[in-house]
């Protein structure tokens, strides 16, 4: 069936390097997609989200690209703090209601 | 304050008991949702309800029943679960069903059963 998966399980970076964490989804006729992010003992918040029309946008620290033709999705974090520190889930949007998300990767920030 | 509120955080219940899990959006959304959050599994979409009418059911097991009353107030009754049931139970809401855009998540509320 149709699925969003993530290439990587958990990501370490040093504070204040970039952060890259990667998604691959598999319906093309997916045309919204967005980024969560999930700290501990919370539901996932909204970081960014991107339509198929576009592929790219930025938001405050944070960029999202959107590659249709490998069905590739990043999510990049400029100057990796501390609090950056959680689960980022990408997730796909068919047709409205249905918000289908990939497996989700850890992102340890060192200091 | 993510303007969804569930209660109870935490929940531990035998697998003969009858609970309910509450969701409550501020948000003056029209439609509300119940994930299921597993170990190592992706967020599982278990019901989606549009304006008080369900308009999803991910072919959950009848011993989840939600009940939507309202636009504001989603409920998941659990009736005989089994251990594998144990998860954390994420309520959200958006604008519109039917429609792209962003969901907003309660903090969940931990189920474990015994």
């Known amino acids: 069936g149709e699925s969003v998966g993530l290439h990587l399980p958990t990501l370490s970076v040093q504070e204040g390097d970039n952060s890259i964490i990667n998604c691959a989804y598999s319906n093309s006729a997916s045309d919204y997609f967005i980024w969560y992010k999930q700290e501990s003992g919370k539901g996932p918040q909204f970081i960014i989200d991107?339509?198929?029309?576009?592929d790219k946008r930025q938001g405050q620290r944070v960029t999202v690209l959107l590659n249709k033709t490998v069905k590739h999705l990043s999510l990049q974090i400029a100057a990796t703090q501390p609090g950056d520190s959680a689960v980022y889930f990408c997730a796909e949007n068919e047709e409205g209601f249905k918000t289908i998300f990939g497996a989700g990767t850890r992102l340890f920030v060192k200091a | 304050e993510t303007g969804v509120t569930q209660t109870p955080r935490h929940l531990v219940m035998g697998m003969t008991n009858k609970k309910s899990l509450k969701c409550e959006q501020h948000l003056g959304h029209n439609a509300m949702y119940w994930y299921k959050q597993s170990a190592k599994k992706p967020l599982e979409l278990m019901f989606v309800?549009?304006?008080?009418?369900?308009?999803e059911n991910n072919s959950v097991p009848s011993r989840f029943s939600p009940e939507c009353p309202n636009s504001s107030h989603l409920f998941l009754h659990l009736h005989t679960l089994q251990p594998e049931d144990s998860a954390l139970y994420l309520c959200?809401?958006?604008?519109?069903?039917?429609?792209?855009?962003?969901?907003?998540f309660g903090e969940g509320s931990r189920l474990t059963v015994l």
């Open positions: 959200a809401s958006s604008q519109e069903a039917g429609r792209t855009g962003e969901l907003f």
């Open positions: 991107i339509r198929s029309n576009m």
């Open positions: 309800y549009s304006l008080e009418e369900r308009v």
